[in-house]
């Protein structure tokens, strides 16, 4: 789920007691349970992920009760740079680092100058 936190708290509650009877269910190795009334089947390889934009404006803090069912992950802003010199001297050019330089000043300048393409 992309941007968790822009839920509002009383629907990330209920997601909380969802989220807990899946993971209940894994723990307990069934191969069905009871998710919200009904009887169904559970895949073992199951997986749950949620992404969070904390800081911005509108955004939740996360119930407790919620937190402490998934583990973080903290996510940093790539080093271009570096990325692009790495594939520039793999491809034998002897100017990496400075082409590398050049070419994420004019990524920089495209995505300021030009328009979103939708």
């Not at 629907?11 to 069905?32: F, M, T």
Request: hydrophobic share 45%.
């Amino acid at each position: 789920f992309d941007e968790f936190n822009r839920i509002s708290i009383e629907v990330l509650s209920v997601v909380a007691g969802q989220v807990k009877s899946v993971l209940d269910a894994i723990k307990e190795n069934k191969s069905e349970f009871l998710y919200m009334g009904e009887e169904i089947s559970l895949q073992h390889s199951v997986g749950m992920f949620i992404t969070m934009n904390p800081g911005y404006a509108g955004r939740t803090e996360l119930p407790e009760n919620l937190k402490a069912l998934f583990r973080p992950c903290a996510m940093v802003v790539p080093d271009f740079a570096l990325i692009a010199e790495i594939m520039l001297v793999a491809e034998a050019f002897s100017e990496a680092k400075i082409l590398a330089q050049k070419f994420i000043r004019l990524y920089e300048l495209c995505r300021e100058l030009l328009s979103k393409q939708d």
